[in-house]
């Protein structure tokens, strides 16, 4: 993934249809959790608001990833914004109709292109069955981070800590959600000492869930320190 001239940025977009290809039908390809089907759609026509998955896989039924569901992890996925598929944050913008999503009128285009992150957030939480009164960690508050957050409170998570090293990020996380706690992250600070301040946070349990979404070694090495003890006595009592 090198770039090697102009590069168009961000796969978070929503907007509205001006053309149609001729290929465009009623149906488009679905994958569902239980593997690849058919699902009706919406027929997509001029004039309709859509939001984009960025991701486009390649659909072959000799792709064990695409065959079973998992189509986010195909290897010869064509994500827009990695080179050498330039980025959706353009006037104009083409892309395949099985991979745009309808929205309904009471959602903006604000809230259309956040559905990409949203969706992101989501199978995390899901993934961790987050649940009522589960204390979580969340490693940094940019835009997965702070809809990460958002999904969480909505699971009932209790307590709620976020990272970040920007105090204004942390600002719209307590307003976002106001019972969060928020720790400062100082470039300075080694992980094991800012797991020790986080774990402070944790009540007696202890962190039960760490949700990564900075992607920087120190946060990741954090969140895993956070989590070290708990591990050690979940896999020792097994």
């Known amino acids: 993934m090198v770039v090697r001239g102009e590069h168009g ?6 907007g509205t249809i001006i053309k149609l290809g001729p290929g465009v039908t009623t149906f488009k390809v679905g ?5 690849p089907t058919f699902r009706h759609a919406n027929l997509l026509t001029l004039g309709d608001r859509v939001a984009i998955e960025p991701g486009v896989p390649c659909s072959k039924p000799t792709c064990y990833y695409c ?9 010869d996925v064509q994500f827009y914004s990695t080179p050498p ?4 944050l353009t006037r104009y913008h ?6 745009l999503h309808k929205l309904p009128d009471n959602i903006s285009f604000e809230e259309g292109a956040l559905l990409e992150p949203l969706s992101v957030a989501l199978a995390a939480v899901t993934r961790a069955n987050l ?3 589960m204390s979580t960690l969340i490693c940094g508050a940019g835009p997965v981070g702070l809809v990460t957050l958002l999904c969480a409170s909505a699971a009932g998570c209790e307590p709620l800590i976020i990272t970040d090293l920007d105090q204004g990020r942390l600002g719209w996380a307590t307003k976002l959600v106001p019972r969060v706690k928020t720790v400062k ?3 300075e600070d080694n992980p094991k000492d800012l797991a020790e301040k986080i774990k402070a946070f944790g009540g007696d349990e202890g962190i039960q869930c ?3 979404c900075t992607g920087v070694e120190s946060s990741v090495a954090s969140a895993i320190y956070v989590q070290s003890l708990l591990n050690f006595e979940l896999t020792s009592s097994l």
């Open 85 to 88: 598929y330039a980025g959706t």
């Open 67 to 75: 065959r079973t569901g998992r189509y986010n992890a195909c290897p």
């Open 94 to 99: 083409a892309h395949p109709a099985s991979w």
């Open 131 to 133: 649940s009522l009164g």
């Open 210 to 212: 760490a949700l990564e």
């Open 185 to 187: 992250v100082e470039k």
């Open 31 to 35: 994958m569902l959790s239980h593997g």
């Open 9 to 14: 940025l961000g796969h978070e977009s929503a």
